[in-house]
């Protein structure tokens, strides 16, 4: 389930094309499990709480993290652990105890407070910036600027995405901003759209130069 309805969302806004449910800890301890016999031999294993929003759930986020910790223990792994969420639901509760449990965060920004919204808004329709840059600032600061990264999606609505992405870095410097894949959806990215992509990307190269060398 998902407490956003994203316009290019790949899951169904979180329902997959199913129903909407939250996973139970037997399941989540089945899929660590699942995981870790699959890895076989190799030391290094990294697994990502998805959604939908993993935050609806807690108590399960909570206890599958602490499940891994110990599992990872158990069969001498290096399990790297990773949460992808939109911050709407982040607070210090979570915050502290992801950062206690070494877990690496995707925060999910598509650049500007508009053109954020437009993608990303709650099911009322009202935009998710605000809640969720609240929430990104909470982690961020509580990790000195490290161990997380703003992804951002761009789409055939913002193709001025060099300005996006520059505007990602009032939030964090840490970013991926990544073209939308689709079909026929009028967000798609078409091949009239390339020669504005190329610019963009050079128009990106020369502010990473500039402020490299600055």
Known sequence: DCNLRCGYCFAGTGDFGGHRALMSKDIAEQAIDFAIAGSKNRHNLE??????????????VKHVINYARKREVETNKNIKLTLTTNGTLLNDDIVEFLNKNRVMLVLSLD?????????????????????AVAGFKKVIESRQGKNYYLRGTYTHYNLNFADDTVSMLDIGKEISMEPVIGTDEPYVLTEGDLPRIM?????LARIYLDRRAN
């Open 199 to 203: 610019e963009e990307y050079d128009k």
């Open 47 to 60: 697994i990502d709480l998805f959604g939908g929003e993993p935050l609806m759930n807690v108590p399960v």
């Open 111 to 131: 650049g500007s407070k508009e053109t954020h919204d437009n993608m990303r808004p709650f099911p009322n329709k009202a935009g998710s910036y605000d809640s």
